[in-house]
Protein backbone atom coordinates (compact mmCIF):
# COMPACT_ATOMS: atom_id res chain seq x y z
CA UNK A 1 0.00 0.00 0.00
CA UNK A 2 1.14 3.43 -0.37
CA UNK A 3 -0.41 5.43 2.18
CA UNK A 4 2.06 4.09 4.90
CA UNK A 5 4.73 6.49 6.62
CA UNK A 6 7.53 4.41 5.36
CA UNK A 7 5.97 5.25 1.62
CA UNK A 8 5.65 8.82 1.91
CA UNK A 9 8.97 9.24 2.61
CA UNK A 10 10.31 6.94 0.04
CA UNK A 11 8.38 9.23 -2.19
CA UNK A 12 9.92 12.37 -0.92
CA UNK A 13 13.69 10.94 -1.11
CA UNK A 14 13.09 10.69 -4.57
CA UNK A 15 13.31 13.94 -5.21
CA UNK A 16 15.54 14.46 -3.54
CA UNK A 17 14.56 14.58 0.15
CA UNK A 18 15.14 17.75 3.07
CA UNK A 19 18.81 17.55 2.60
CA UNK A 20 19.09 17.42 -1.56
CA UNK A 21 16.47 20.87 -1.30
CA UNK A 22 19.10 22.16 1.57
CA UNK A 23 22.25 21.44 -1.14
CA UNK A 24 20.17 23.24 -3.69
CA UNK A 25 18.54 26.08 -1.84
CA UNK A 26 21.44 27.58 0.84
CA UNK A 27 24.54 28.08 -2.15
CA UNK A 28 21.41 30.70 -3.73
CA UNK A 29 20.63 32.37 0.00
CA UNK A 30 24.74 32.77 0.43
CA UNK A 31 25.09 34.35 -3.17
CA UNK A 32 21.79 37.19 -1.99
CA UNK A 33 23.24 37.75 0.87
CA UNK A 34 26.77 38.44 -0.48
CA UNK A 35 25.59 39.98 -3.45
CA UNK A 36 23.54 42.53 -1.15
CA UNK A 37 26.42 43.12 0.70
CA UNK A 38 29.29 43.45 -1.40
CA UNK A 39 27.66 44.35 -4.81
CA UNK A 40 30.30 42.43 -6.59
CA UNK A 41 29.13 39.55 -8.84
CA UNK A 42 32.28 37.38 -8.90
CA UNK A 43 32.94 37.13 -5.41
CA UNK A 44 29.24 36.02 -4.52
CA UNK A 45 29.73 33.88 -7.26
CA UNK A 46 32.58 32.71 -5.13
CA UNK A 47 30.63 32.23 -1.87
CA UNK A 48 28.11 30.11 -3.62
CA UNK A 49 30.44 27.82 -5.02
CA UNK A 50 32.19 27.87 -1.59
CA UNK A 51 28.64 26.99 0.23
CA UNK A 52 27.49 24.27 -2.13
CA UNK A 53 31.50 22.18 -1.73
CA UNK A 54 31.33 22.83 2.23
CA UNK A 55 27.94 21.21 2.28
CA UNK A 56 29.13 17.87 -0.66
CA UNK A 57 32.14 17.69 2.26
CA UNK A 58 29.84 17.32 5.05
CA UNK A 59 27.96 14.90 3.31
CA UNK A 60 30.98 13.17 2.54
CA UNK A 61 32.18 13.29 6.26
CA UNK A 62 29.09 12.07 7.16
CA UNK A 63 28.74 9.63 5.20
CA UNK A 64 25.64 10.36 3.68
CA UNK A 65 24.17 9.72 0.44
CA UNK A 66 26.05 12.81 -1.71
CA UNK A 67 24.06 12.00 -5.12
CA UNK A 68 21.96 15.26 -4.85
CA UNK A 69 24.79 17.20 -3.30
CA UNK A 70 26.85 16.78 -6.03
CA UNK A 71 23.86 17.58 -8.35
CA UNK A 72 23.56 20.87 -6.11
CA UNK A 73 27.34 21.23 -6.63
CA UNK A 74 26.92 21.25 -10.59
CA UNK A 75 24.28 22.91 -10.46
CA UNK A 76 25.56 26.15 -9.05
CA UNK A 77 28.72 25.63 -11.49
CA UNK A 78 26.52 26.25 -13.79
CA UNK A 79 24.42 28.95 -12.62
CA UNK A 80 27.63 30.87 -11.82
CA UNK A 81 29.06 30.22 -15.26
CA UNK A 82 25.66 31.77 -16.61
CA UNK A 83 25.69 34.72 -14.39
CA UNK A 84 29.74 35.55 -14.95
CA UNK A 85 29.23 34.88 -18.54
CA UNK A 86 26.50 37.75 -19.18
CA UNK A 87 27.76 40.18 -16.17
CA UNK A 88 24.00 40.10 -14.89
CA UNK A 89 23.49 38.78 -11.29
CA UNK A 90 19.99 37.88 -12.18
CA UNK A 91 21.35 34.77 -14.77
CA UNK A 92 22.26 32.80 -12.08
CA UNK A 93 18.57 31.73 -11.43
CA UNK A 94 18.17 31.15 -15.49
CA UNK A 95 19.18 27.31 -15.06
CA UNK A 96 16.58 26.86 -13.12
CA UNK A 97 13.95 28.21 -15.02
CA UNK A 98 15.25 26.24 -17.93
CA UNK A 99 15.08 23.42 -15.90
CA UNK A 100 11.50 23.99 -15.07
CA UNK A 101 10.84 24.61 -18.45
CA UNK A 102 12.63 20.78 -19.25
CA UNK A 103 10.60 18.94 -16.25
CA UNK A 104 7.59 20.49 -17.07
CA UNK A 105 7.51 19.83 -20.51
CA UNK A 106 8.95 16.08 -19.71
CA UNK A 107 6.12 15.07 -17.22
CA UNK A 108 3.00 16.87 -19.73
CA UNK A 109 4.31 14.65 -22.63
CA UNK A 110 4.47 11.79 -20.47
CA UNK A 111 1.45 12.22 -19.26
CA UNK A 112 -0.07 12.67 -22.51
CA UNK A 113 1.41 9.41 -23.87
CA UNK A 114 0.44 7.55 -20.96
CA UNK A 115 3.62 6.95 -19.09
CA UNK A 116 3.43 8.83 -16.37
CA UNK A 117 7.06 10.24 -14.92
CA UNK A 118 5.86 9.11 -11.03
CA UNK A 119 5.00 5.49 -12.60
CA UNK A 120 8.64 5.50 -13.86
CA UNK A 121 9.94 6.49 -11.14
CA UNK A 122 8.08 5.56 -8.21
CA UNK A 123 6.98 1.68 -9.26
CA UNK A 124 10.19 0.18 -8.72
CA UNK A 125 10.72 2.35 -5.94
CA UNK A 126 7.05 1.21 -4.16
CA UNK A 127 7.82 -2.51 -4.95
CA UNK A 128 5.51 -2.84 -8.35
CA UNK A 129 8.05 -1.98 -10.98
CA UNK A 130 5.86 -1.77 -13.69
CA UNK A 131 2.93 -3.79 -12.89
CA UNK A 132 0.90 -0.26 -12.94
CA UNK A 133 0.73 0.16 -16.58
CA UNK A 134 -1.97 -2.98 -16.25
CA UNK A 135 -3.67 -1.31 -13.47
CA UNK A 136 -6.17 0.92 -14.84
CA UNK A 137 -6.92 2.81 -11.12
CA UNK A 138 -3.50 3.03 -10.57
CA UNK A 139 -2.37 4.17 -13.76
CA UNK A 140 -5.03 7.54 -13.56
CA UNK A 141 -3.58 7.70 -9.71
CA UNK A 142 -0.02 8.07 -11.30
CA UNK A 143 -1.46 10.46 -14.18
CA UNK A 144 -3.19 12.66 -11.27
CA UNK A 145 -0.08 12.95 -9.50
CA UNK A 146 1.93 13.64 -12.42
CA UNK A 147 -0.73 16.60 -13.18
CA UNK A 148 0.19 18.47 -9.97
CA UNK A 149 4.48 18.23 -10.54
CA UNK A 150 3.22 19.61 -14.07
CA UNK A 151 1.67 22.29 -12.39
CA UNK A 152 4.40 23.42 -10.05
CA UNK A 153 7.22 23.64 -13.24
CA UNK A 154 4.90 25.56 -15.59
CA UNK A 155 3.68 27.33 -12.03
CA UNK A 156 7.40 28.62 -11.46
CA UNK A 157 8.02 29.44 -14.89
CA UNK A 158 4.64 31.85 -15.08
CA UNK A 159 5.39 33.50 -11.62
CA UNK A 160 9.16 33.87 -11.95
CA UNK A 161 10.18 34.47 -15.78
CA UNK A 162 8.41 38.01 -15.67
CA UNK A 163 10.28 38.81 -12.44
CA UNK A 164 13.51 37.60 -14.37
CA UNK A 165 13.15 40.31 -16.87
CA UNK A 166 12.06 43.19 -15.01
CA UNK A 167 15.95 42.84 -13.25
CA UNK A 168 14.64 42.76 -9.74
CA UNK A 169 17.26 40.29 -8.38
CA UNK A 170 16.12 40.55 -5.00
CA UNK A 171 12.45 39.68 -5.51
CA UNK A 172 13.28 36.81 -7.85
CA UNK A 173 15.92 35.12 -5.07
CA UNK A 174 13.03 35.46 -2.66
CA UNK A 175 10.03 34.09 -4.76
CA UNK A 176 12.55 31.51 -5.93
CA UNK A 177 13.07 30.37 -2.62
CA UNK A 178 9.39 30.41 -1.79
CA UNK A 179 8.42 28.52 -4.68
CA UNK A 180 11.42 25.71 -4.05
CA UNK A 181 11.33 24.54 -0.15
CA UNK A 182 6.97 25.01 0.81
CA UNK A 183 5.61 23.79 -2.86
CA UNK A 184 8.12 21.04 -3.06
CA UNK A 185 6.88 19.41 0.07
CA UNK A 186 3.71 20.50 -0.90
CA UNK A 187 3.31 19.08 -3.91
CA UNK A 188 4.98 15.42 -2.60
CA UNK A 189 2.86 15.60 -0.11
CA UNK A 190 -0.02 15.90 -2.66
CA UNK A 191 1.51 13.26 -4.75
CA UNK A 192 1.04 10.99 -1.88
CA UNK A 193 -2.52 11.65 -1.12
CA UNK A 194 -3.23 10.98 -4.61
CA UNK A 195 -1.43 7.52 -4.62
CA UNK A 196 -2.32 6.17 -0.95
CA UNK A 197 -5.83 6.05 -2.22
CA UNK A 198 -4.87 3.52 -4.51
CA UNK A 199 -3.26 0.46 -3.53
CA UNK A 200 -0.34 -0.60 -5.26
CA UNK A 201 -0.33 -3.34 -8.31
CA UNK A 202 2.15 -6.31 -6.94
CA UNK A 203 3.78 -7.68 -9.83
CA UNK A 204 2.41 -10.63 -11.82
CA UNK A 205 5.41 -12.78 -10.35
CA UNK A 206 4.48 -12.06 -6.53
CA UNK A 207 0.96 -13.37 -7.35
CA UNK A 208 2.16 -16.75 -8.31
CA UNK A 209 4.44 -17.00 -5.21
Known sequence: MSGSAEDKEKIVSAFGGKKGLIDAGFPAIA????????KDLW????????????????????????????????????????ANRTGNPSDVFVPKLLTNLGYGTVYLIANLVGWPILGVMLGPILGENF???NDPARKKAYIRASWIWVGLFFG?????????FSDNLNLLGAVNLAMGYPLFFLTAYGTWVVLRGVPTTVPPDEKSD
Open 31 to 38: FLISFNIT
Open 156 to 164: RLVVQTPIY
Open 131 to 133: AWR
Open 43 to 82: NSLIASIAISVVLTIIRLVMKDTIQHALSGFIGTLISAWF
